[in-house]
Nanobody, 124 residues
């Protein structure tokens, strides 16, 4: 049974940091690219960051470039999203997802497995 479980969300103030984790099981994690997406109330789900199967390549949305860092630990089957200098507009439910193609993608349609999401709320 495939599982992706996000954790680390919460309520923080603008300028603070959070680290999200996504623990996975039930598939060959080391062969999959991993991505983070987010969805704010009333908005469509949007790409945040992605990392290739090896961790050698990573990609970011322009809105988070320089503030967020995606990483992975293939020994722990876990992907992380370090979020710094958080802004109120970062408020959203954050989802991790797994992409069998392995290289990382900005397109949600290419992701096979999804977590349930974790809420991140940034107060001004």
């Amino acid at each position: 049974q495939v599982q992706l479980v996000e954790s680390g969300g919460g309520l923080v103030q603008a300028g603070d940091s959070l680290r999200l984790s996504c623990a996975t099981s039930g598939f060959t994690f080391a062969s999959y690219a991993m991505g983070w997406f987010r969805q704010a109330p009333g908005k469509e789900r949007e790409f945040v960051a992605a990392i290739s199967w090896s961790g050698g390549s990573s990609y970011y949305a322009d809105s988070v470039q320089g503030r967020f860092t995606i990483s992975r630990d293939n020994a722990k089957n876990t992907v992380y999203l370090e979020m710094n200098i958080l802004k109120p507009e970062d408020t959203a439910v954050y989802y991790c997802a797994a992409d069998a193609l392995g290289y990382g993608s900005r397109w949600s349609s290419e992701y096979e497995y999804w977590g349930q999401g974790t809420q991140v709320t940034i107060s001004s």
